[in-house]
Each structure stands twice: as C-alpha cells, then as structure tokens.
C-alpha cells in the first residue's frame, strides 16, 4: 500500500501537480476513491487531516450522479461494440451479484455496501449497482453520500494509525 501511495505521488509531484489535487485525483478514481486518497494525503503527503477528508470525500462523490444517470445509456452504447461487448456484460453481471444485500435490506443496504471500507465496496460499485437496479437516482445519491461520509471517517482514522505506524 505504501509502495502505490508513493508511487502515486511521485509521478504526480514531478509533474507539478499539488498535493490537494494529488488526493483528489486518487479519491475520484474508481478502486482507489477516498480510501487511498486519504491514505495518501494524510501518510505520504502530510496534510491537514481536516481538509484531506474534504477534498477526498468531494472527489469520491463527484462521479456519483454521473454513473447513476448515464452507466446504463453509455453501457448499452458499448454493449454495440464487439470486443467491448463482453466486458460489460461481465462487470454488469460482477456488480449484480451484490444485489442481495439491496434486496434484503433496501436503501440501508446501499448504505452499509458504501459505507464499509472493503474491497469491492464504494461509491462507484454502489453507484453502478443502484443504477443497473434502476434505484430512484436522488435518494440513490444522497444515501451514498452518506456511505462515503461514513467511509471517509473511517479512512480518516484508519490513516492517522497507518501514519503513525507505517510513515512515522
């Protein structure tokens, strides 16, 4: 983790990127979102504990409305492309085999999906999964928000005792 981190910043850093838009690029991406991004602006980059949390949490939500409005228009575009056709399919099929925890427990499963720091978990699987089950995008949104609230709290502090025993 420490290896990604640095190797992150470094490529970034050379390049003149700062270190807020650093944590910011690692948060919007999908895997990584506010759970490296934390990691990072807090263990490698040094940051204010408060603002890297406001700056990861803003780069994970961002791509959220656009994934729960457009993900099944843009998929069924790509799903014309032959090479491209099969894996869409498969992520759809990956990303469905979570619905059982939506199933049984309804938005509170979105929420719980978002909000645990896991690996397959996020907002952008959530976000994927909500539209592919054509959730209503507003409540849709607004519940992982929260997730990712709830998850960037936890990142916050899993980051101060990453920091203190990996970087310090």
């Known amino acids: 983790m420490q290896e990604i981190c640095n190797t992150i910043q470094e490529f970034l850093s050379a390049h003149g990127v700062p270190n807020g838009l650093i944590a910011f690029i690692i948060s919007l991406c999908p895997i990584l979102e506010c759970r490296l991004g934390l990691i990072t602006a807090i263990g490698v ?23 729960l409005l457009l993900i099944n228009k843009i998929f069924e575009l790509l799903k014309k492309i032959p090479y491209v056709k099969v ?21 509170w499963g979105l929420l719980f999906f978002v909000a645990v720091p896991l690996p397959g978990t996020g907002a952008w699987t959530g976000s994927l999964l909500a539209a592919l089950l054509h959730l209503d995008w507003k ?8 997730g990712v609230f709830i998850a960037g709290l936890i990142m916050t502090v899993v980051s101060i005792f990453v920091n203190i025993a990996v970087f310090a």
């Open 139 to 146: 409540k849709s949104f607004g519940v992982i928000t929260v």
């Open 87 to 107: 894996p869409i399919i498969w992520l759809e099929e990956k990303t469905l085999k979570k619905k059982d925890k939506i199933d049984k427990y309804g938005i």
């Open 45 to 67: 980059l040094d940051m204010n504990k408060f603002w890297a949390f406001i700056i990861c949490f803003i780069g994970n939500i961002l791509p959220i409305p656009f994934i």
